[in-house]
């Protein structure tokens, strides 16, 4: 049987009429040959002989390879004569099981139907074993009597009614969970609807596409701070939503500016209210984790400007950031917990107060700038990631903190002149026309139609100016005092510039440079201090109680100098400023002597001569 039955494994193939039509060989043709008027027999004959001369070069090629292909065939054919065998057992092995099950089957019906049994069993099988020795009957199941019946039934119903009483305790059950499920969603949802009407951005969270999450961060805060502006709001046990916001968050913080006086705080930031008692609890909580968040960035803000500050007194002590205020305070700002208690608020406390305010406007404007520079268009991409710029936080308020300083120094020697001045029968004035200041803006400014915040924005971060009006005492001259700070490149400090304007042609006064430009204070004081002892000359020159043979000396020289026609003796008068008072020295002849003019204090008036009588009684 092994030797009689063969088996195929591979198809016969058949043929396509279409590949052997005529068009399609006319089509291949003139594809390879292109047109028919390019073929010759000369053509086709020398084509025939160069293919002749490369089967005879190669047949050299292939004798080396054919004991190789020989082995590769005999080793193929013995696979194939292995697989064709082991087909050929599982068919037998097959068919023998399929005559078993026939030969059982039929003697099963060879008890009540012979002949039909007889035309489907096997020789041997019909041999060996007799017709209807094997058969099979359904057995009668025995009778009940009535009582077990009735007791059956009445087992039968006691399972079915308890069956029914669990089921409707189930049904119970699964309704008052089902009330208590609902109350809960009601619950939450109304919450939901709550933050949402708050204004809160509600959304998907990224990884948990099932879960609600509320935004509570700023979209132009760093990748850090941003990221975890985003909390799930999970229900709770009845309901209620609980806020989570993920496993980097410990506990809120808040920031605090301190004014130190000697080492010791002196005055505290004012806790700001976020929530009022009426919000709902998730309400109070967003606002105190937003402004926990907003706070943390503000204080890692800051640190990264402190350390490109030191060159300006800026100094990180511990967890603190420590500035220069005046001469014996400074600002500390640090970050401390939520719930501490906060410290004892003076009457100073409106200065720290102002300037944690003016931190918060600052980051928030920073982030506005974020917004304007990423609607624009994008820089062309390059290799370097551009470094990440600091923002201005501590920078205007050192600058607006140390123009201020100028001002009020500057103030302050003006009046210390005037008393003096005051003192020595002298007339003098002076006048702030223009000033900046960090806890006032200007009226003008708050009167304009812009927004109270760019208004704001403007005030901290343009150029502050400071003006001041001297007229000396002559009332011919007019000295204009400008003091200009600016945080930007390239006029960044504060600059100095002092502005000569005098009606007497002729005097030393206007042959000095109308604009002169002061590194320090001291500098441009000192220069105050000549021009007002030059117009002082001027003044006696033209009053007409002092003598007429007084001159001047030298045009850049606060001395006058005469011959007296009385005693025919050379008189000489000096002016000058020292230790913050008015000094005259006289010379009459072989005589000398002096007399000064100290400041005056408040409501308080100081006896003594004036200049003026001074002069007239001693050398006139």
């Given at each position: 049987m092994a030797n009689q039955l063969s088996v195929s494994l591979r198809a016969w193939p058949s043929d396509d009429k279409i590949t052997e039509s005529l068009p399609f060989l006319i089509s291949r043709i003139n594809e390879q040959r292109g047109s028919f008027r390019n073929i010759t027999e000369a053509s086709l004959e020398e084509e025939i002989r160069a293919s002749d001369a490369d089967d005879s070069k190669s047949l050299d090629g292939t004798e080396i390879d054919e004991e190789a292909d020989d082995n590769n065939g005999k080793r193929k054919g013995e696979e194939l004569t292995v697989a064709r065998e082991e087909i050929i057992k599982q068919v037998g092995e097959a068919y023998r099981s399929s005559s078993h099950a026939l030969d059982l089957v039929s003697l099963l019906l060879s008890s009540h139907v012979p002949k039909a049994a007889e035309a489907t069993i096997s020789p041997f099988i019909k041999a060996a074993v007799p017709f209807g020795s094997l058969s099979a009957e359904i057995m009668q199941q025995p009778q009940r009597s009535n009582e077990e019946m009735t007791s059956e039934g009445l087992v039968n119903m006691g399972w079915r009614?308890?069956?029914?009483?669990?089921?409707?305790?189930?049904?119970?059950?699964?309704?008052?969970?089902?009330?208590?499920?609902?109350?809960?969603?009601?619950?939450?949802?109304?919450?939901?609807?709550?933050?949402?009407?708050?204004?809160?951005?509600?959304?998907?969270?990224?990884?948990?596409?099932?879960?609600?999450?509320?935004?509570?961060?700023?979209?132009?805060?760093?990748?850090?701070?941003?990221?975890?502006?985003?909390?799930?709001?999970?229900?709770?046990?009845?309901?209620?939503?609980?806020?989570?916001?993920?496993?980097?968050?410990?506990?809120?913080?808040?920031?605090?500016?301190?004014?130190?006086?000697?080492?010791?705080?002196?005055?505290?930031?004012?806790?700001?209210?976020?929530?009022?008692?009426?919000?709902?609890?998730?309400?109070?909580?967003?606002?105190?984790?937003?402004?926990?968040?907003?706070?943390?960035?503000?204080?890692?803000?800051?640190?990264?400007?402190?350390?490109?500050?030191?060159?300006?007194?800026v100094r990180c002590i511990g967890s603190a950031v420590r500035l220069p205020f005046r001469n014996d305070t400074e600002i500390e700002i640090d970050l401390v917990p939520m719930d501490e208690d906060n410290e004892a608020v003076s009457d100073e406390s409106a200065v720290p107060s102002a300037i944690l305010m003016a931190l918060r406007i600052l980051l928030s404007h920073a982030h506005h700038q974020n917004h304007m520079l990423r609607s624009r268009l994008p820089p062309p991409i390059t290799d370097s990631q551009p470094p990440r710029p600091f923002y201005s936080l501590l920078r205007p308020i050192l600058e607006l903190n140390q123009h201020n300083l100028t001002s009020r120094e500057a103030k302050h020697l003006l009046g210390n002149l005037k008393r003096v001045t005051s003192a020595?029968?002298?007339?003098?004035?002076?006048?702030?026309?223009?000033?900046?200041?960090?806890?006032?803006?200007?009226?003008?400014?708050?009167?304009?139609?812009?927004?109270?915040?760019?208004?704001?924005?403007?005030?901290?971060?343009?150029?502050?100016?400071?003006?001041?009006?001297?007229?000396?005492?002559?009332?011919?001259?007019t000295l204009t005092l400008d003091i200009h700070t600016s945080i930007l490149p390239p006029n960044l400090g504060t600059s100095l510039q002092l502005s000569t304007a005098t009606a007497a042609v002729d005097s030393a006064i206007a042959q000095m440079p109308h604009t002169l430009h002061f590194p320090t204070l001291d500098n441009l004081w000192k220069h105050v201090e000549f021009i007002t002892s030059l117009d002082i000359v001027a003044l006696l020159q033209a009053s007409e109680r002092v003598p007429k043979?007084?001159?001047?000396?030298?045009?850049?020289?606060?001395?006058?100098?005469?011959?007296?026609?009385?005693?025919?003796?050379?008189?000489?008068?000096?002016?000058?400023?020292?230790?913050?008072?008015?000094?005259?020295?006289?010379c009459k002849g072989e005589k000398t002597g002096s007399h000064g003019w100290a400041a005056e204090k408040e409501g308080r008036k100081i006896p003594g001569r004036g200049l003026i009588d001074m002069v007239v009684g001693e050398l006139g």
């Open positions: 009614m308890q069956s029914l009483s669990r089921s409707a305790d189930a049904l119970l059950q699964s309704a008052s969970s089902l009330g208590k499920e609902i109350r809960r969603e009601t619950t939450y949802w109304q919450e939901i609807l709550a933050v949402k009407e708050k204004g809160w951005p509600v959304c998907r969270l990224p990884r948990e596409k099932h879960t609600l999450g509320v935004r509570f961060g700023f979209s132009e805060a760093h990748a850090e701070f941003r990221d975890r502006g985003l909390a799930a709001l999970r229900r709770g046990t009845e309901g209620k939503i609980e806020l989570d916001r993920g496993p980097r968050w410990q506990k809120d913080q808040r920031l605090i500016v301190r004014l130190l006086k000697d080492g010791s705080s002196a005055a505290t930031s004012e806790r700001s209210q976020a929530a009022s008692d009426d919000d709902q609890p998730l309400t109070r909580d967003l606002l105190r984790a937003r402004n926990s968040l907003f706070d943390e960035e503000l204080y890692h803000e800051i640190n990264r400007e402190a350390r490109n500050l030191v060159n300006q007194g020595a029968s002298i007339p003098f004035m002076f006048a702030q026309t223009a000033s900046s200041n960090l806890f006032r803006v200007p009226d003008e400014m708050l009167n304009t139609k812009a927004n109270t915040i760019e208004t704001l924005m403007n005030h901290l971060t343009s150029s502050h100016h400071t003006q001041m009006t001297l007229h000396l005492p002559s009332n011919y001259t043979w007084l001159a001047p000396k030298s045009p850049y020289e606060a001395y006058m100098v005469g011959k007296n026609p009385k005693t025919a003796q050379k008189d000489q008068l000096g002016f000058s400023f020292e230790a913050g008072g008015l000094k005259v020295v006289w």
